[in-house]
Each structure stands twice: as C-alpha cells, then as structure tokens.
C-alpha cells in the first residue's frame, strides 16, 4: 500500500507564489519518477512537470520559466514551486508517482489533488 499526501494549494493573486509538495510512503523499494499534472472542469489532465528518477526534467511550455519542480529523494517527496502565478494556471493539481514496490512491481499512483486558484 502507497500514500500520497499533498498540500500547498490555496488561494493567490496573480503574480504570486505557491509551493506544492506530495510526499510518498508505504511500500516503495524506489521511486523511478515523480511528477505534477492539473486539471480544469471538462478539460483533460494535462502535465505539468516531471521529473524522473535519472533523468532530466520536462516542463509544459506554459509553466517554463515560472515553475520549478524538484525531489527529496530521502523523503520521498516531489515539489513544485509556482512563481509569477497567472489565472489561467487555477486549476485542480495531481501528483503522480511512478515506482517499483518490494515485489518488484512497477505501479502508479495519484494524489487526491489540491486545489490552486490564481485570482486576477
């Protein structure tokens, strides 16, 4: 069993700042990625950022230059540092992480979501 527990949503007017975490435990040999996606009402989810466990990261080119995301890979925790908040990035935010359990099974797992309003 695997938990993911997000905060850091709220409420913020633009050009603000907000710092996303989800932190993951439970039964987790290693962790091969981390990453942020959101989601509007009738629209698909959509990436945000990624970043994999050796890799490089990956940003949508809506969020480059004004998100941030990184991992404490002692904490199991993924991050994402919003700056220069515009109202178009309110939205539903979903961690996902990607990672190999002690049977050496390759699973996937969502956040509940946090909410993150930009207000104009």
């Known amino acids: 069993q695997v938990h993911l527990v997000e905060s850091g949503g709220g409420l913020v007017q633009a050009g603000g700042s907000l710092r996303l975490s989800c932190a993951a435990s439970?039964?987790?040999?290693?962790?091969?990625?981390m990453g942020w996606y959101r989601q509007t009402p009738g629209k698909q989810r959509e990436l945000v950022a990624t970043?994999?466990?050796?890799?490089?990261?990956n940003y949508a080119d809506s969020v480059k230059g004004r998100f941030t995301i990184s991992r404490d890979n002692v904490k199991n925790t993924v991050y994402l540092q919003m700056n220069a908040l515009k109202p178009e990035d309110t939205a539903v935010y979903y961690c996902n992480v990607d990672l190999t359990n002690f049977d050496y099974t390759r699973l996937n797992y969502w956040g509940k979501g946090t909410q993150v309003t930009v207000s104009s």
């Open positions: 439970g039964s987790i040999k290693r962790i091969n990625a």
């Open positions: 970043l994999p466990g050796g890799g490089s990261t």
